[in-house]
């Protein structure tokens, strides 16, 4: 079906006029245009929200800075306009509650989960309660039964999470020993349980020996910097330990939810990873000895620094071999749209990459950023690396930059200003 443009562009104008809105129009190079019928972008300042037209993929596009009662009438319109068009409405919140694409709301599915909502209820963790040396936490038909070495003060918030001396989890009548005191792990397993797995499926493997990483690098973490053992020559491999027990508390928050408990799996078959260089902490942490302590990490360590190489080496070769068809036009919506900070705005171009990235993994790890920088985080050196590269291949401007010396070196340094952490293992 032929898509009539100038209609569609004049049916949005008029819609956001019929809400007494005070409408910009740009046309596809982000010029203003005065006839509404020329324009694919409308822009309107109060509220913050931004309607595009994306004719090759047949899709309108709806930003907004915040959701409310009002923008959810104005979605349903458009989307009853999209519907009428043969066109997909696709619904987006921006500034600093930028959505990475992995959890951008799919508008033909909203009735769907709408309907799945008391399902949802029904499958989510409970409170946890108990007794002065037992709590518990249902999942439906399982349960998590935590054992706790001293009496649980109900009057301290969080004492049913502390002093754990065991952990069991209970399937309709059978229960078993989780093999940690990590109760988000337990969680973890206790909803792949629910899921139909079992403990020791891949999946289980993988969230027990994600616990046993966790112990290691905390006790590791909390040993160097006790004794004051981190130096310059030694602090990249605390980073990285502190990174990845990051990582393990938010793929287990993950693995519990409802919504996100099948992507978080999908996260987990990654192939191992061949332990080409050897970190030999030795050499970085003895003191007057090599205490148990930074020893026991020495294996995990070994594969972080190998899995971080693998996947620095892929990203920057996607970001070499992708094109990021359309991610130009998209980047330049930024220039017609407010933000709480400079954070917010560069957060917004980097997620609008992800998007149009072909790579899914490289797609990911992008939004990821964007998220990141909406939020207030800072950038690495290898992050910072990665966005340069993929922002300067959207625009297409290598050559210009290179004859624009002041120009490039002027982005360099905004972009910069990002970057708080240390160098990564692989430049």
Known sequence: MAISVKTIADKVFNLLKGYGYEVDTYDKEGNIVGDPADAIRFYVDQPDLLITLNVPTEQIRFSVSKNTDETDQLR?????????????????VFGKTLKPSSDKINIAKVSKENNMEEAI??????????????SYQPLDSVKIVVKHSKPVNEEVRGSRSRNISKIFIQANEERFLFPSKNLNGARAMARHIYNGGVMHDSVGESIVNMCKDFGKLKEFIRYVNKKGLVNEDNTQYVS???????NIRTTFKRLSGVKSYANAVESLKDLDVEVVNEVNLEDHFTETHFDDK????????SKLVNKQSAFES??????????????KSLIRESDIMTFDSPNARLGYQVSQLGQSSTSEKLGGYLSSIGSKLSNGGDLNQ??????KASLLSAQNSGPVMAENKTAEQKYEDFIETFVKSPEPFVQ
């Open 76 to 92: 349903n319109q458009l989307k009853k306009l999209s519907k009428n068009y043969l066109m997909s409405l696709d619904f987006r």
């Open 121 to 134: 209820k029904e499958a989510s963790l409970g409170p946890v309660q108990g007794s002065l040396k037992t």
């Open 240 to 246: 990285l330990a502190t990174e990845h027990v990051e």
């Open 294 to 301: 930074v020893g026991n990490v020495h294996d995990t360590l």
């Open 314 to 327: 892929f990203i920057m070769n996607a970001i070499e071999s992708e094109t990021f068809e359309n991610a």
């Open 382 to 387: 290898f992050e910072y690396r990665a966005v």
